[in-house]
Nanobody, 120 residues
Framework: QVQLVESGGGLVQAGGSLRLSCVAT????????VRWFRQETGKEREFVGG????????DYANSVKGRFSISRDNAKNTVHLQMNALKPEDTADYYC?????????????WGRGTQVTVSS
């Protein structure tokens, strides 16, 4: 079992930065791939980026590539999403999620989300 709690959301002006954190409780966090997703009201949840178990590999959606970066500290069971050059279209609820490598994410663990609002 893994429980995930996101934090760090808030209101920021366009062009600003925010750093989201995802803290996990449970065992063997370093064996899980972690992904960030976001969801705007009334829209489908979309993939933002992900990080491998060790942190050696990351990947990002084209819409955030070059602006967002993901890192993890397995000693602290924490994954961060650094968001720079924020745009109003980045406004959404942001969720972290974790699952074993190679899974189809159907049984992934999810946090409750943190809200990000970017004003123009």
């Amino acid at each position: 079992q893994v429980q995930l709690v996101e934090s760090g959301g808030g209101l920021v002006q366009a062009g600003g930065s925010l750093r989201l954190s995802c803290v996990a409780t449970g065992r063997a966090f370093n064996s899980y791939v972690v992904r960030w997703f976001r969801q705007e009201t009334g829209k489908e949840r979309e993939f933002v980026g992900g990080i491998s178990q060790s942190g050696a590999r990351t990947d990002y959606a084209n819409s955030v590539k070059g602006r967002f970066s993901i890192s993890r500290d397995n000693a602290k069971n924490t994954v961060h999403l650094q968001m720079n050059a924020l745009k109003p279209e980045d406004t959404a609820d942001y969720y972290c999620s974790a699952d074993r490598p190679g899974s189809d994410w159907a049984g992934a663990y999810w946090g409750r989300g943190t809200q990000v609002t970017v004003s123009s």
